[in-house]
């Protein structure tokens, strides 16, 4: 079972359009601004979505969810490719949004309790450290034949392999054993549709009430959710690149190296699970320094300490994901990780909409930088917000 959940969360990332969409649609004319306002809908997308899907995957099959978040998602690359316009390219991300928002706290919930229910919930670092990696890596795959790719057949080629990842996975998805008694989740004396909704309904209510009421995953869902909306970075390195002058089939091999370092720092999050969380704390006040400095040298080095950077932000998601998901204590796992998605995604519009009214006036490197001071602040809040490891998280949920 293990090979399989890392393999679906691997193909979900081989898409080798990611390195290049960016280009794709400053190359049909669209601006900064308008770029920048695709990732607003893209995020406004998640925002509506996020917690109704947690709920929805708390009450129904989680398998059969990942399935269709990953057919949806091949959809959206397929909307690019074939209108590439800015509508078109509004639909994939409107797509793009729904996907994520049925795949990001199912994909941990269905996780974290397959191995529960076979009594290995404390594999649940490693596995989900080892899954990201393995996304990390077939990203990085990705980067590495975009170039090749789009000589040979352009952003259609790219977008048409993308696709058939997507396929692939639902594939391998649907595979996966499913443990969770789905039908029997809630007693209902309501018949078949009404009964269902009436689950959906206790889901909701069971995963947001758990947030409202639980210090310890109250904090460590607002820390979650901030750690999640600085990946914003990304989507912007692209541009930063070819404002050093870096040409479109280099650009690809630059953000293969913040690839490659997530994929090290996820590794790591197995092993680092039980530091210190002043060490977390630590190591996002090195991230904030690393990636500014980078961004302001000018120079396609500055993708180095970037990198680094990026790989240590990405060690730092991983273990508050890990440590959120021993706080949770009731049914409702993927609503409950859903609410840290839907914050993120709040985290992730302030910092698009922030580009957007920067990039009239700032040049990409000095926006980037300027993204880094949040990244400073949230440092300080990491000592207070990151639950403790499984052995202790227990005792400190019931005292909330």
């Not at 057919?71 to 793009?96: H, K, N, R």
């Amino acid at each position: 079972m293990s090979a399989r959940i890392v393999a679906v969360n691997a193909l979900h990332d081989f898409i080798p359009l990611y390195p290049l969409y960016q280009l794709l649609f400053k190359d049909h004319g669209l601006s900064p601004a308008q770029i920048s306002l695709l990732f607003v809908i893209w995020s406004a997308t998640g925002f509506v979505l996020e917690v109704p899907s947690g709920a929805w995957a708390d009450s129904y099959s989680r398998r059969k969810l990942l399935v269709l978040g990953a057919l949806i998602s091949g959809l959206g690359y397929a909307a690019w490719i074939t209108l590439p316009s800015f509508a078109g390219f509004a639909l994939g991300f409107v797509l793009w949004g729904a996907s994520s928002a049925l795949i990001s706290g199912t994909y941990e919930a269905f996780v974290y309790d397959e191995l529960a229910a076979r009594g290995r919930a404390e594999h649940y670092p490693t596995l989900l450290g080892r899954a990201r990696s393995a996304a990390f890596v077939t990203n990085l795959a990705a980067t590495v034949v975009a170039a090749p790719l789009f000589e040979l057949g352009g952003y259609t080629l790219a977008g048409v392999v993308s696709v058939l990842s997507c396929v692939v996975e639902a594939f391998v998805a649907w595979t996966l054993p499913e443990s969770r008694p789905v039908e029997n989740a809630r007693e209902s004396a309501e018949p078949g549709a009404k009964a269902a909704f009436a689950n959906y309904l206790h889901m909701l209510r069971t995963g947001v009430s758990e947030v409202l009421t639980s210090r310890v995953v109250r904090r460590a869902v607002l820390l979650v959710a901030l750690l999640g909306g600085f990946l914003a970075f990304d989507e912007y390195f692209p541009l930063l690149a070819r404002e050093t002058g870096a040409a479109t089939g280099v650009i690809p091999l630059l953000i293969a190296g913040t690839v490659a370092a997530q994929a090290i720092g996820g590794a790591l999050a197995g092993p680092a699970y039980r530091l210190p969380a002043a060490t977390f704390a630590g190591g996002l006040a090195v991230t904030a320094v690393l990636i500014a400095s980078g961004a302001l040298s000018g120079s396609a080095w500055g993708f180095l300490p970037i990198a680094v950077g990026y790989g240590v932000l990405q060690l730092v998601i991983v273990v508050s994901e890990s440590r959120l998901q021993d706080a949770i204590t009731g049914p409702a796992r993927a609503t409950v990780t859903s609410v840290s998605g839907l914050f993120a995604e709040v985290s992730a519009i302030a910092v698009y909409a922030g580009f957007a009214v920067g990039s009239v006036w700032f040049t990409m490197s000095i926006l980037v930088a300027a993204l880094t001071i949040p990244v400073l602040l949230t440092a300080f809040v990491v000592p207070a917000a990151l639950p403790a490891p499984r052995s202790s998280a227990a005792a400190e949920a019931s005292e909330s």
